[in-house]
């Protein structure tokens, strides 16, 4: 049966003998401005945006490697739901090394400059508007720019392996870092994201990393 929402004039709910709601997945609702997004990217040396890149070894600590800021003069906010980085080993390290740590983090006040300017995707080429995530990039090494850095939102350790790298992939491990918070991070006018080192990587370690990252704006 249905029942009417108080409230909503003209809304109905269907609902079960219990009176519990009946859900079925169906087409979000698309805001006038705003919509649903996404955005990827990789390591990469400036400049040369769709070749992967190592990146170098002994990466310090504090070093941005991906940045997205969302527009200072926006009217409205985005919200962030998952991002998701593949980090993959290319050359091994010293015995007892200590693994790098990555992490996501807050920013605002200034946006970074450098490396290699991604874009964000509509997830519909006719609801919505353009993202104002208007500022997306990354580097195989240190992006410029002097953000005022927030909250560390997620972190990961850098995979490793001591020794020489074998052939064959179970040598040489990846792993894949999904960070699926259980409600949106909100970021304002002016606010970002960024894959930030929190700690020195190895000295003779070197990875590779690939990510991309959903989110809505309303």
């Known amino acids: 049966m249905s029942i009417l929402l108080a409230g909503n004039a003209g809304v109905v709910a269907d609902v079960d003998e219990a009176r519990n709601v009946q859900i079925w997945q169906g087409i979000p609702g698309y805001p006038a401005a705003g919509g649903f997004y996404s955005s990827s990217g990789w390591s990469a040396a400036a400049g040369s945006p769709q070749t992967p890149a190592i990146v170098a070894a002994g990466l310090a600590a504090n070093t941005l490697i991906m940045s ?6 926006s009217a409205r906010k985005g919200y962030i739901n998952r991002l998701r980085v593949l980090l993959k080993c290319v050359t091994g390290t010293a015995a007892g090394s200590i693994p790098g740590i ?4 807050r920013f605002t006040a200034v946006t970074p400059t450098g490396g290699n300017a991604r874009t964000a995707a509509r997830h519909s080429a006719t609801k919505g508007s353009a993202s104002d995530m ?3 990039r990354d580097l195989n090494a240190a992006l410029t720019g002097s953000p005022t850095f927030g909250d560390l939102l997620a972190s990961t350790q850098v995979p490793q392996v001591e ?10 491990p990846g792993i894949e870092w999904v960070v699926e918070f259980p409600n949106p991070i ?3 006018a002016g606010d970002g994201l960024a894959l930030r080192t929190q700690a020195t990587c190895p000295a003779v370690a070197t990875w590779t990393f690939s990510w991309n990252m959903y989110w809505f704006e309303r």
Request: without cysteine; glycine residues 16%; proline residues 0%.
């Open 68 to 73: 997205a800021r969302f527009a200072a003069g």
């Open 102 to 105: 990555l992490g996501l983090q």
């Open 134 to 136: 208007t500022d997306i």
């Open 163 to 172: 020794g020489a790298i074998a052939a064959g992939y179970t040598a040489n």
């Open 186 to 188: 909100e970021l304002a």
